[in-house]
């Protein structure tokens, strides 16, 4: 049996991404308890020239609806980059999920033998499709929720592995 592009990313994102849905339901409760600005958690980043909390929510996102569009040859939605609060970041990662869970694996058929192209300003880069999403989407899918975990851990929320994982 093969394992097809769809199976081997698709459903791990749309896990990931609710994994963090439930975790920002913690951050919120979290910093409700302890009386904190939830501004102060979604503006954080680890290091100086690190993007924000809410960024790192952004980028993961755009990166698998556009990662999951161009495999499934469909339109990417556009998000604006907005979100100021932990529901406008809740609702973010609900579109995305519903964005993914919209696209038929069935579109992804014949996608490990097409090139993606992207655009990264003035510089045009190609990728057969399996290297585009095993080298490059989910890599950068998993540093960015990883990133955004870490900022909420490193903030004194209490989560932990399992957390991130989700029931297992």
Request: hydrophobic share 45%.
């Amino acid at each position: 049996m093969t394992l097809s592009m769809y199976d081997a990313a698709v459903p791990g994102f749309i896990r990931s991404l609710k994994n963090l849905d439930v975790i920002i339901d913690k951050a919120m409760a979290w910093t409700e308890a302890k009386n904190i600005d939830p501004t102060v958690l979604i503006n954080f980043r680890l290091a100086p020239d690190m993007a924000t909390f809410a960024r790192q929510i952004q980028i993961a996102t755009d990166g698998v609806k556009g990662g999951a569009a161009r495999l499934a040859e469909v339109d990417i939605p556009s998000f604006p980059d907005t979100e100021t609060s932990f529901p406008e970041l809740k609702e973010r990662i609900a579109k995305t999920v519903a964005f993914l869970e919209g696209v038929p694996a069935a579109k992804f058929e014949g996608a490990e033998d097409r090139t993606i192209m992207l655009k990264f300003g003035p510089r045009e880069m190609s990728f057969p499709a399996r290297q585009y999403l095993f080298s490059f989407v989910i890599p950068n899918f998993y540093f960015h929720m990883t990133t955004a975990y870490a900022i909420l851990r490193h903030n004194g929320l209490e989560v932990g592995k399992m957390d991130f994982l989700g029931g297992v």
